[in-house]
């Protein structure tokens, strides 16, 4: 599990083919410190398996169902990526639960700056899934854990602090530009058993 509280930004060192799949190879510093084959690894919020490594990279295999679902098809070579290793027990919960299996990808419909030196940042809202958005609400965009300032019918906003905009990659990121989607899952929890109990009562009577 992870927390959306992103421990640096990696860079795409390398990205080879494999058949409608990719494997990735990122250079990083924190992320590797205690490293090990197996690990789990967020990449813009994707949860992935190292399978090498060495002092400098790591590296992951992205399988065609990854690539279908997220951006890291639109990755190359020095694209910047949020990084984040799982939540140790004795860690603190900085952010909400993100399990690192992404949900869909959106665009990013405007960028402003505000006055304050902050930004907010506007993002397409899909029919398929804007239902779990919600204000106020936790959402995670590119493995960051952010939270919901304004929801319309077709876009919902977020308020980005300095600190946020300066340590992950949305700093790099332009109009258009794809990010990774991660609803809040007690969302769809909620929703999974309300359906369930509905449609035990109709049975019942």
């Keep these: 599990m992870f927390t959306g509280i992103v421990e640096e930004v990696g860079i795409v060192s390398k990205?080879?083919?494999?058949?409608?799949?990719?494997?990735?190879?990122?250079?990083?510093k924190t992320v590797i410190e205690d490293i090990s084959i197996g690990?789990?690894?967020?990449?813009?919020g994707c949860c992935l398996t190292?399978?090498?490594?060495d002092e400098t990279s790591w590296s992951a295999d992205a399988v065609p169902e990854t690539m279908s679902r997220t951006?890291?098809?639109t990755l190359?070579?020095?694209?910047?990526?949020?990084?984040?290793r799982p939540l140790k027990s004795e860690g603190r919960f900085g952010g909400h639960v993100v399990q690192g299996h992404i949900d869909c990808t959106t665009q990013i419909a405007s960028i402003s700056n505000e006055d304050d030196g902050?930004?907010?940042y506007e993002f397409n809202l899909g029919d398929d899934w804007g239902r779990y958005v919600c204000e106020k609400g936790s959402i995670a965009i590119d493995g960051i854990s952010l939270t919901v300032a304004n929801v319309s019918n077709d876009k919902f906003s977020i308020?980005?602090?300095?600190?946020?905009w300066s340590e992950t990659n949305l700093n790099?990121?332009?109009?258009g530009d794809i990010v990774n989607i991660e609803v809040d899952i007690l969302a769809k929890y909620i929703e999974r058993q309300l359906n369930y109990n509905e449609k035990e009562t109709t049975i019942n009577v």
């Design 159 to 164: 308020a980005i602090i300095p600190h946020t």
């Design 76 to 84: 190359t070579q020095g694209s910047k990526v949020n990084l984040e």
């Design 71 to 73: 951006n890291l098809g």
């Design 172 to 175: 790099q990121k332009s109009v």
């Design 50 to 53: 190292v399978t090498e490594y």
């Design 118 to 120: 902050s930004y907010r």
């Design 39 to 44: 690990a789990s690894i967020a990449v813009n």
């Design 15 to 28: 990205i080879t083919p494999s058949g409608s799949g990719v494997r990735i190879t990122l250079n990083a």
